[in-house]
Structure formats: C-alpha cells, structure tokens
C-alpha cells in the first residue's frame, strides 16, 4: 500500500539540496561519496503520463554534458 500510513515517522538526512540540475547532483554525489545520506528537491510539473524530465536539468537530459560524467 501506498497510502499516508505508509509514509516515514521522521526522516533524518545530512544535506538536503534543493535543485536537481547538474549542480545539485553534483553535489549530492560527492556527499554521498563521503558517505553523507543526502535528499535532493527538484519540482517536475506533474502530468497524468508521468514526468517529462525527472532530475538533471535540460543540460543532463539534452546532452551538453556527458551522461559518463554524471555515471562516474
């Protein structure tokens, strides 16, 4: 089930970012490289089909950065 009841008490993370582009994930990689536990806020307009673009901003989505850098 999915509903409120299924939701955490409490949460307890060391960063939150706030922005899932390039940047955002960026920094949320090298935290978590150093064994950070990290939560990144991104807003996606939501669409009865899904989202559209999910995290990474137009530059990790369109292609003018490498995926390999954002996959290392």
Not at 12 to 37: F, P, R, T, V
Not at 38 to 57: E, I, K, S
Request: proline share 7%.
């Amino acid at each position: 089930m999915n509903g409120p009841e299924d939701l955490p008490k409490s949460y307890d993370y060391d960063l939150i970012i706030i922005g899932g582009g390039s940047g955002g994930l960026a920094a949320a990689k090298e935290a978590a490289q150093y064994g950070k536990k990290v939560m990144v806020l991104d807003f996606v307009t939501p669409t009865p089909l899904g989202t559209r673009w999910g995290l990474g901003g137009t530059c990790v989505n369109v292609g003018c950065i490498p995926k390999k850098l954002m996959h290392q």
